[in-house]
Structures are given as structure tokens and as C-alpha cells.
T-cell receptor, first 113, second 114 residues
Framework: GENVEQHPSTLSVQEGDSAVIKCTYS??????FPWYKQELGKRPQLIID?????GEKKDQRIAVTLNKTAKHFSLHITETQPEDSAVYFC????????????FGRGTSLIVHP | SAVISQKPSRDICQRGTSLTIQCQVD?????MFWYRQQPGQSLTLIAT?????????ESGFVIDKFPISRPNLTFSTLTVSNMSPEDSSIYLC???????????FGPGTRLTVT
């Protein structure tokens, strides 16, 4: 089955800095890679996703890159703000197939004002 | 997106009892899932709730412990049976709409077993 590794487990940055979270996956059949943000006590919220036919996607301060050959994808947050503090999860799934997503273990991002 | 509600939002239960959690979606969805999330941990898939047929359980989860119903395309229930303190966790309903990509989560049910 799919295995998703996520690093780092904790990331501490100063407000205004950039943050990068990286994930690797093992199953070449995976073609859909979403990222979720989970604030304390709340549900995971989909913030950005990328499909395997695209190498990069951007939405304001967040971007995701995908390297299918190396089987890794990354979340980039620029100009971080304290409200970006949360746990971020990556996932990989085979959309259109079995779908069942495999989640990474999560990264706790702390943005210091 | 999808509007998903869960009931109850939280509960404290005694060992040996059962709790049924309800998940309601505002429109028909293709797939519904049930997850468990321990504090500070990632999301663990319990099962896929199949409409009109038995749920598909992941390794380590069995129907006798976590019976699931899905009578239609907008509603599902998860029962946690014969509870023990180890079942204390947050249980989340999740859905995928037609098109099969974006996944959305319910607000969760925080269960404490004493």
C-alpha cells in the first residue's frame, strides 16, 4: 500500500519568513496530493491540492510543487503570519481508482510574531 | 465545499457502553469515510461507508466493534461498541463529492470513555 512520509514534524519560524513542508510517497499510482490545515480543536481543512498532471500550483501565499519522478511534493508558505500556526497534513491518493488517501503524520507549524 | 454536521459533538461514556455518531451532509456525495484522530496524531481511516452495502474496514478495525450504516447518499452512522478508555478519541466523518477529488471533514465527535 501507499506510504507517505512528512517532514519536519515541527517547524518554528518568525513572522514574515517562509515555511516549507515536504512529503514523499511510495505508490506510483497516486495522482492526487492534497494539503490540509488543522487548527487546534478544529477539523482538517483542505487548503490546496495538486494533481499529477501539474508540477506546481499557487494560491496567494501558498504553493505546492510536485516531482513525480522523485515521488515527492512540498507545501510552501510565504510571508507567514501568526494565523498560519496550525498542524498541516499532506496526503496522497489515487483519484478515479481506489481513492483511499494516505495521510502524512503532520507538521506543527508555529509562527512567532 | 460540503456542509457536514456530526452529532454529538462530544460525549463522555462509561466503559462497556456503546455510542452512535451521526453524520449528515447537505447534498449527495460519492464517498463517505470514518476516521479516528488521537490527540496530536494523524488521521486513521476506520472504514469506508458504502451506500446500501456493508462498510469496508481498514486493517485493525472490525464490524463488531465499529458497525457502520449508510442508508442513503447523505447520511451515515458510526457506532463505537463495548467501549474502553482506549476508544477515547476524536471521530471524524469525511466525504468526497462526485468528481472524486476534494475531501471534506465533519467537525468531529470528541469521545471520552471513563
Amino acid at each position: 500500500g501507499e506510504n507517505v512520509e512528512q517532514h519536519p514534524s515541527t517547524l518554528s519560524v518568525q513572522e514574515g519568513d517562509s515555511a516549507v513542508i515536504k512529503c514523499t510517497y511510495s505508490d506510483s499510482a497516486s495522482n492526487y496530493f492534497p494539503w490540509y490545515k488543522q487548527e487546534l480543536g478544529k477539523r482538517p481543512q483542505l487548503i490546496i491540492d495538486i494533481r499529477s498532471n501539474v508540477g506546481e500550483k499557487k494560491d496567494q501565499r501558498i504553493a505546492v510543487t510536485l516531482n513525480k519522478t522523485a515521488k515527492h511534493f512540498s507545501l510552501h508558505i510565504t510571508e507567514t503570519q501568526p494565523e498560519d500556526s496550525a498542524v498541516y497534513f499532506c496526503a496522497a491518493s489515487e483519484a478515479g481508482g481506489s481513492y483511499i488517501p494516505t495521510f502524512g503524520r503532520g507538521t506543527s507549524l508555529i509562527v512567532h510574531p | 465545499s460540503a456542509v457536514i454536521s456530526q452529532k454529538p459533538s462530544r460525549d463522555i461514556c462509561q466503559r462497556g457502553t456503546s455510542l452512535t455518531i451521526q453524520c449528515q451532509v447537505d447534498s449527495q456525495v460519492t464517498m463517505m469515510f470514518w476516521y479516528r484522530q488521537q490527540p496530536g496524531q494523524s488521521l486513521t481511516l476506520i472504514a469506508t461507508a458504502n451506500q446500501g452495502s456493508e462498510a469496508t474496514y481498514e486493517s485493525g478495525f472490525v464490524i463488531d466493534k465499529f458497525p457502520i450504516s449508510r442508508p442513503n447518499l447523505t447520511f451515515s452512522t458510526l457506532t463505537v461498541s463495548n467501549m474502553s478508555p482506549e476508544d477515547s478519541s476524536i471521530y471524524l466523518c469525511s466525504v468526497v463529492r462526485g468528481g472524486g477529488y476534494e475531501q471534506y471533514f465533519g467537525p468531529g465527535t470528541r469521545l471520552t470513555v471513563t
